[in-house]
C-alpha cells in the first residue's frame, strides 16, 4: 500500500471517532452524565457539557457513519457485521476519551470549555483506537499519522463550529 493510500485508509477508518466526538456539539443537551454528583474534592464530576444526550446521540451517529461507509468501501470491513462493531467501538471509545479528559479538566479545576492542549485533541483519539483494536486496528504508521493531524482536525472543527455559532468558545 502506498503512503498516499495508507493515509486515506486511515482517516476512513477513523471517520466514524471523529464524527461521534463532533457531534455531542449538535445533537447535546439535556441531562448531565453525572447528575450533578460531585467527586471528593468538592468539583463536578463531569460537568454539565456532558449529557446523555450528546453520548448517545453522538455514538448513534458515529455507528451510522461506519454503516454508510460500509455500503460505499464493504471490502475496507469485509462484513456490515463488522463494520457495525467497529463504527461503535470507534464511536464510544471516542466519547469515553472525551469523558475521561472531562474528569481529569473537573479534577484540574479547569471550567466548562477551557481548553486543555493534547487531552482535548488526542484523549477520544487514543481512546477510539485502544476500543477498536480488538476488531480492526491500524498500522504503527497510520496511528502516528493520525495522532499527528488529529489536533488540527480538532482545533479545524472547533473553530468551525465556533463561527457556525455552535459552540460559544473556538477551542
Known amino acids: 500500500m ?14 466514524p471517532a471523529y464524527f461521534a466526538n463532533a457531534s455531542p456539539v449538535l445533537v447535546g443537551g ?6 450533578g454528583r460531585v467527586w471528593r474534592d468538592g468539583r463536578r464530576l463531569l460537568g454539565d ?3 446523555w444526550r450528546g453520548f448517545i446521540g453522538g455514538v448513534l451517529i458515529g455507528t451510522l457513519v461506519g454503516i454508510v ?33 472531562s474528569f481529569i479538566k473537573r479534577r484540574a479545576n479547569l471550567p466548562r ?15 477510539a483506537l485502544a476500543f477498536a ?18 489536533p488540527f ?3 479545524g472543527a472547533n473553530y468551525f463550529a465556533y463561527r457556525m455559532g455552535w459552540k460559544s468558545v473556538p477551542w
Open 2 to 15: 502506498g503512503w498516499l493510500s495508507s493515509i486515506f485508509w486511515a482517516f476512513w477508518y477513523i471517520l
Open 30 to 35: 439535556g441531562r448531565p452524565i453525572d447528575g
Open 49 to 51: 457539557g456532558k449529557t
Open 69 to 101: 461507509q460500509y455500503f460505499i468501501t464493504p471490502d475496507f470491513y469485509g462484513s456490515l457485521e463488522t463494520a457495525v462493531k467497529l463504527a461503535f467501538l470507534l464511536s464510544f471509545g471516542a466519547l469515553i476519551g472525551d469523558l475521561v479528559g
Open 113 to 127: 470549555g477551557y481548553p486543555a492542549i493534547g487531552l482535548d485533541q488526542l484523549g477520544f483519539l487514543i481512546s
Open 133 to 150: 483494536y480488538p476488531v480492526k486496528t491500524l498500522s504503527s504508521g497510520q496511528i502516528i499519522f493520525l495522532l499527528v493531524v488529529s
Open 153 to 155: 482536525i480538532h482545533w
